[in-house]
Every structure is written in structure tokens, then in C-alpha cells.
């Protein structure tokens, strides 16, 4: 699979949207992906496939600490690496920007992801009770920090 990683584009936000309600109870706007892609200190990758979107990932950078407040790999794209590829490229940008920690929530129950972030040097820090809604459910809060690599 020949994949290509860039930078988000505004042209890409309708595909972006349109993979985010397929695959999230509670998905983010069109609205909202295009205010972060506004905003240049964050990280706003996407993934695809000659011409398809596979996969989207967003960092918010802050000084040395960074978030990552979403990210997705489209359900045609899945089990085939890219996840880890498109992770370990936000964590070289992060690395760029002086991010030294980043965070982020992950479903209970999403263990696919969990061992994504494990195998990226992410590990367990915590947890927040019913932070998930459609269904309800716990969340993770995982961290990876510098000296970890992906």
C-alpha cells in the first residue's frame, strides 16, 4: 500500500468530517477541524492512498506538552500499520516543536488503540470516569514522553 503522509489541507475537511461521523458516536464538526487547522502551532496530518483519505490524526502543541485530541485510520485502511505510521510521524513533528509529553483519552474498551499507543511509547497515566458519552464509558489518559520512541 503506497501511502502517502501530509499535512491537512482545507480541501480535505468534507472527506475528514464525513470519516469522523462514520467511525465516532460523537464526532467533531466540520466547524471545529477547520479552526484547528487554522491555528499553525498545532499538527494537522492526514494519510492517503493515491487519492483517498485513510486516516487523520490532529496534535495540539502547547510549550513542551502537546495532546492529541483525535485521531482515526478509516475501517477499509485498518490492520494494515497505518495508525502506527501516522502516530509516529505526529510524534517526530511534536519532537520538532519542542513537545516533550503528550496526552490523550482513549475508550476503555478501544483496545486496538491502547495497544497502538503502548507499542508508540505511550503508557497508562490515569483514568476519567464517564468521560465518553454514546455509550457512556470511562476513558484512559495515556502519556508518552520524549525519552520513549515510537
Known sequence: ???????????DI????????????????????????S????????????????????????????????????EEARGRGLGKRLLSRMMEEAEKRGVAHV????????????RLYQACGFSLVGQRKGFYHKPDEDAFVMAFHKEDIC
Open 103 to 114: 496526552y490523550l483519552e482513549v475508550r476503555k474498551s478501544n483496545l486496538p488503540a491502547q
Open 39 to 74: 491555528e499553525t502551532e498545532h499538527v494537522f496530518l492526514v494519510a492517503e492512498d493515491q487519492e483517498n483519505l485513510c486516516a487523520y490524526g490532529i496534535l495540539y502543541c502547547n510549550s513542551d506538552e502537546g495532546e492529541i485530541p483525535t485521531i482515526a485510520v478509516s
Open 14 to 37: 468534507d472527506r475528514i468530517a464525513a470519516m469522523e461521523a462514520a467511525i465516532f458516536s460523537e464526532p467533531w464538526t466540520k466547524t471545529g477541524f477547520l479552526e484547528t487547522l
Open 1 to 11: 500500500m503506497d501511502i502517502r503522509i501530509r499535512p491537512c489541507r482545507v480541501e
